[in-house]
């Protein structure tokens, strides 16, 4: 296979990814009378190899984050404390979800328009990446994103 065809190929893997893809994963938990505690191990409860971990905190009332959608990687969005939403859209479906506990994951897959609203105050959103921060990788324009994923 030439390497057009490979290409040709990874865009119509790509715009397979629904927002039904988009998913929450259970995590492990301890419920302990000190206090929960919940692990994540690299391969085993998520579906990708963690290289990267980030958060966001201290984001202001009424604030909203994200706006884009990324070509290759996957994340997993934990509301680490407090709460907040995240509106997945595959560029015909949308969906928000609310996340307000540590034990939950939103799996989000390659190619899904994210949108983040609605935090609480002093919330933290700890994200696991599958690889490691690239600029080249975010499709930040929206009518760019639809004409990626509507061919
Ligand atoms: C996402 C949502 C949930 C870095 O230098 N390294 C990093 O690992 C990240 C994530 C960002 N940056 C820089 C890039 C920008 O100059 O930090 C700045 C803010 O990033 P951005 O505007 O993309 O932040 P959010 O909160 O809109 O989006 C972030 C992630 O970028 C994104 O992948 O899915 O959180």
């Avoid at 490979?6 to 998913?23: P, R």
């Avoid at 407090?82 to 190619?111: A, C, E, Q, W």
């Avoid at 600029?135 to 639809?146: A, G, P, S, V």
Wanted: proline share 3%.
């Amino acid at each position: 296979m030439d390497t057009m065809s490979q290409d040709l190929n990874l865009v119509s893997e790509v715009t397979k990814m629904g927002i039904e893809e988009c998913k929450i994963i259970e995590l492990p938990r301890i419920v302990d009378s000190r206090g929960n505690l919940t692990f994540i191990e690299n391969n085993k409860h998520i579906p990708f190899e963690i290289k990267r971990v980030y958060y966001l905190y201290d984001v202001p009332g009424g604030e909203k984050r994200g706006g884009h959608a990324h070509k290759n990687l996957q994340q997993l969005l934990i509301a680490a404390s407090g709460s907040f939403d995240v509106i997945v859209d595959d560029g015909y479906n949308k969906k928000r979800f609310h996340l307000n506990r540590s034990y939950y994951g939103l799996y989000i897959p390659t190619m899904i328009w994210r949108e983040m609203d609605n935090f609480s105050s002093g919330s933290v959103c700890l994200v696991l990446a599958s690889d490691f921060y690239s600029e080249d990788d975010y499709i930040r324009d929206y009518e760019e994103f639809l004409k990626e994923v509507r061919v």
